[in-house]
Every structure is written in structure tokens, then in C-alpha cells.
T-cell receptor
Framework: DADVTQTPRNRITKTGKRIMLECSQT?????MYWYRQDPGLGLRLIYY???????NKGEISDGYSVSRQAQAKFSLSLESAIPNQTALYFC???????????????FGPGTRLLVL | EDQVTQSPEALRLQEGESSSLNCSYT??????LFWYRQDPGKGPEFLFT???AGEEKEKERLKATLTKKESFLHITAPKPEDSATYLC??????????????FGKGTKLTVNP
């Protein structure tokens, strides 16, 4: 089974609709992230969470919100979807090591979202 | 402004034809450089982390190196299954004492049999 899973894998929605993308992990990591990927652009950080009570905005958080329901679950919501939120969305976890300050991020399979 | 630039954007090789991908960066306070492989419709797959100039890491036909300004991903005798987009990312200090990854746009590698 995959360590980081995302649901749904594909989603088509209409402008103005509220949708939620879900992420679950079995890696036991505290830190979780949401990114979006657009053609011709690098991955960009939307939100990140260092633990259940610590949630922070990333570079492009406008129009998005998140919920960290448990250590293993981190959901991304689009409150009122718009066409320019059409993108590939990735969840990631990291194995941050306090002793060294080093970490590696591991990505889920992605959710392809189309907003009409 | 922190920037990561990957070149070339696309590279076509014949099977067995070795080459290198480049990742140059202008950031303040590098906290690690990462290489990922991404297949179409899938999430990035972690390959390597490099932390200091002169460091090298190897895995099968791939070898990553790091200098103070750039990193190279060398591919020796590539096979068609090496075809993918290779992403470079640098970890930098960011807001509130946290850190973040800054990604390049990737190099799309195609290896023809």
C-alpha cells in the first residue's frame, strides 16, 4: 500500500462549488504539505502543517483552506472554486529530524482538478 | 529573489548515450538540494539529497553532484525506463523560522531505444 494517499485522484467541478481534497499517510510523519503544480511552473506551496495544532499559510494560500484532522490526515478545501485553480495538487509528508534539522519530503500521487 | 533554474527544459537521448542535467540556484542560506523523478500523472519520487559543495550521491545509473552554485544529475548509459521529468528543489529558510522547498520547472528526459 502507498505511504501517502490522495482522494479523489481526479475531480471535475464547476465555478463556485466547494470541494475538498483529502490526504492520508501511514509514514508516521508530523509534517504535511499541500502543493499545486501547473504546466510550465514549479510546484508551489499552498499550506503546511508541522503538527495537528500548527498550520501555516504557504506562498499561494488565497482561495484555499486546510484542516489537520489527525497526524495522518490533512485536507485541502477550495471554498469557492474558480477556473484558475485548475491544476495538479500534491500532498507531501516529511521526515524532519530535530537532531540535524534535515528533512526529506515524500509526495502522494496527486489529484487532478478541473474547474469549469 | 530565490530562484532555481533547470536546463535543458527537454532532453532526448538514445539508449546508452550518457548526459547531464543542470540545476542552478541563487538562494540565500541553502539547507539542502533535492532531486526528484516525476512520471506523467504521478507524484514526485525522491532520488537524492545533497547538503554541501563537493558532495556526491549515486543510485544505479544516476549520480548527483553539488557545487556552491549548481547541481548536476549525471545519467550514465540511460535506458528507456529512465524517461521522466527530473525536478530539482532547494530548501531555504523562510518565514517565522520555518523552511520551504523552491522547485525548478524540471527537465523532461526522453530516452529512445
Amino acid at each position: 500500500d502507498a505511504d501517502v494517499t490522495q482522494t479523489p485522484r481526479n475531480r471535475i467541478t464547476k465555478t463556485g462549488k466547494r470541494i475538498m481534497l483529502e490526504c492520508s499517510q501511514t509514514k508516521g510523519h508530523d509534517r504535511m504539505y499541500w502543493y499545486r503544480q501547473d504546466p510550465g511552473l514549479g510546484l508551489r506551496l499552498i499550506y503546511y502543517s508541522f503538527d495537528v495544532k500548527d498550520i501555516n499559510k504557504g506562498e499561494i494560500s488565497d482561495g484555499y483552506s486546510v484542516s489537520r484532522q489527525a497526524q495522518a490526515k490533512f485536507s485541502l478545501s477550495l471554498e469557492s472554486a474558480i477556473p484558475n485553480q485548475t491544476a495538479l495538487y500534491f500532498c507531501a509528508t516529511s521526515d524532519f529530524r530535530y537532531t540535524s534539522g534535515q528533512e526529506t519530503q515524500y509526495f502522494g500521487p496527486g489529484t487532478r482538478l478541473l474547474v469549469l | 529573489e530565490d530562484q532555481v533554474t533547470q536546463s535543458p527544459e527537454a532532453l532526448r537521448l538514445q539508449e546508452g548515450e550518457s548526459s547531464s542535467l543542470n540545476c542552478s540556484y541563487t538562494v540565500s542560506g541553502l539547507r539542502g538540494l533535492f532531486w526528484y523523478r516525476q512520471d506523467p500523472g504521478k507524484g514526485p519520487e525522491f532520488l537524492f539529497t545533497l547538503y554541501s559543495a563537493g558532495e556526491e550521491k549515486e543510485k544505479e545509473r544516476l549520480k548527483a553532484t553539488l557545487t556552491k552554485k549548481e547541481s548536476f544529475l549525471h545519467i550514465t548509459a540511460p535506458k528507456p525506463e529512465d524517461s521522466a521529468t527530473y525536478l530539482c528543489a532547494v530548501r531555504i529558510y523562510w518565514q517565522g523560522g520555518s523552511e520551504k522547498l523552491v522547485f525548478g520547472k524540471g527537465t523532461k528526459l526522453t530516452v529512445n531505444p
